[in-house]
Structure formats: C-alpha cells, structure tokens
C-alpha cells in the first residue's frame, strides 16, 4: 500500500472509531438511550436476549482476539504492519455499529431514580466516566492506540518505535483507568433499561476478560517491571488490590 493511500487509511480509522464510540455513548446515555437503543420493534424477550448477548460476544471476541499477538504475527503476513493497527480500529469500529444497528430493545426498567440529587448526580457520573477513559487513552498515545501515529511515520518515511510503558498521572493509581472510566459510564445512569442491564453485564464481563488477556501479555512484554507494578498498583479501583495467589 502506497504511502498516502495508508495515511488516509489510518485517518479514516482514526475518525471512524471515533464517530463510532460517540454514537454509542449516545446510544445509552440517559438522553437518548429511549431514541436510540430502545426504539424499534419489540420481539419476544428470549429472542431479543439471545441476538443481544450474541452480539456482545461477537463484539468482545473480536476485540481480545485480534489484540493478542499470537493473532498479530499471523495478521501481519496478510497486512502490512503499519496499517495493521489502523485495521484493528476500523475492524473494531465496524463490529461496533454492528452491535447498535442490530440490537434488540428490551425497554422494561430495571431501575428509575426519581430523587432529583440522585438522578443529576447519576447524569454526572455517566460524563465523567466517559471522560476519564478518554482522558487517559491519550496519557497513552491515543494516536498511537488508534494507529494513526504508525501510519504517520510510515508517511514521513520514519521507522516505528513502540510507545515506551511509563507510569504516570492516574496510571500511578490504577492500572486500567480507560475501564475504570468505562464501567462507570456504562452502570452510572438514572434510567436502567433491561437492554442496557444486559449490555452492561456483558461488556463488564468482557473488560475483565480483557483485561486478564492483556496482563497476561504484558507480563511476557516487560517481564519484572511490569509485575512489580501491578504487585503495587490497583487494578480498577485507587487503593483496592486483590490478594494474588
């Protein structure tokens, strides 16, 4: 692939991640989630459940396995490394409008704050959650996360240097605030529809799926280091840390 074709390539994933990841926001946030996830017609629960966690699975399936480098060196033989990350982005955006195009609503509420200190509060936790992932995506690069830092210096005929592990801001804290932000933004809400209950289930289970695999990768990546950190860091939650055995 020439090297303009991959920078707007890379570009074109960069946004469409984007796009993708506010709409979905949208899509269950406590404004529009009425509009947007739970609009359309209804068909029977146990159908709707079962598309529903089908498209969770598929969703989380592809996420963790296209992420693992044992999927990366076989990957990389069909596309060239630096739009391999930029395809893992548009791959991933597109499963995600996949999940909000095709999801069921199941609009029966789980629960519905009425107190006005409860619900505002509930409405600020859900833009801080949100922001706080976002917030610490780019304390990480999130050029290079979202593949548009390779495809850059692959534009400027520059050799790609992997972005160094370094501990710093909230990363002294906990080490995976991108799903700490995450869960927060997809439990904190005043109105739990039955088909966001689901989805938060899901995507809680799959974060910590997730999260198991990427340890497990990064212990292999920075050996003692990275060990040490996570001996001393918190997962989720500052200062909350599971006994390891």
């Not at 459940?49 to 399936?61: A, D, E, K, Y």
């Not at 996949?98 to 107190?115: I, R």
């Not at 989805?199 to 809680?204: E, K, M, P, R």
Request: net charge positive; glycine share 6%; charged share 10%.
């Amino acid at each position: 692939m020439g090297r303009i074709l991959a920078l707007i390539y890379g570009i074109f994933g960069f946004l469409l991640f984007n796009a993708s990841l506010i709409y979905f926001i949208l899509f269950i946030s406590p404004t529009f989630e009425a509009q947007l996830m739970n609009s359309g017609t209804e068909v029977p629960f146990v159908q709707a459940l079962f598309i529903n966690i089908l498209l969770i699975i598929l969703f989380g399936v592809q996420h963790s396995v296209m992420a693992r480098p044992l999927f990366k060196d076989w990957w990389t033989k069909i596309v060239p490394m630096p739009i391999e990350r930029s395809t893992y982005v548009v791959i991933a955006s597109l499963f995600m409008i996949l999940l909000c195009g095709l999801w069921q609503p199941l609009p029966e509420l789980v629960w519905n704050v009425e107190n006005h200190l409860a619900y505002w509060v509930l409405i600020g936790l859900f833009g801080f959650g949100w922001l706080f992932s976002l917030y610490a995506t780019f304390l990480i690069n999130q050029f290079d996360l979202l593949g548009l830092r390779q495809v850059f210096l692959y534009w400027r005929v520059k050799p790609y240097t992997p972005v160094p592990f370094k501990v710093v801001s909230v990363y002294k804290y906990i080490r995976h605030p991108i799903m700490s932000g995450t869960i927060i933004g997809l439990w904190a809400t005043p109105t739990m529809s039955m088909g966001h209950f689901v989805l938060a289930i899901g995507f809680t289970i799959y974060i910590f799926i997730g999260i198991y695999f990427e340890e497990r990768d990064m212990m292999k990546i920075h050996s003692e280091y990275y060990g040490d950190y996570r001996q001393k860091t918190s997962m989720l939650i500052p200062f909350i840390r599971l006994k390891k055995t």
